[in-house]
């Protein structure tokens, strides 16, 4: 849920976290978070947890961009099996 008039940047590399200039405050990662899980559960079958990731500072954050959390939820994918 973004303010009116926002939206995420298109491009893979793009910041989505506030703290490194994108839209996102600490509420709108939780709801990219339970959004991403609901996806992975929808496309896949598979039950994914990011709660894990949301203590990570902003340069490691899974959340930092768009190729960032693709990547951390392949390795968890992968790593489930």
């Not at 893979?12 to 976290?17: F, I, W, Y």
Request: proline share 11%.
């Amino acid at each position: 849920m973004l303010p009116p008039g926002t939206s995420l940047p298109e491009g893979p590399d793009a910041p989505l976290l506030e703290a490194q200039g994108g839209p996102l405050d600490s509420l709108g990662v939780v709801n990219l978070m339970v959004t991403t899980e609901g996806a992975v559960n929808d496309e896949l079958g598979r039950d994914l947890s990011l709660a894990e990731f949301l203590a990570e500072p902003p340069e490691s954050s899974p959340f930092r961009t768009r190729r960032a959390l693709q990547e951390s939820i392949l390795e968890l994918v992968g790593a489930d099996g």
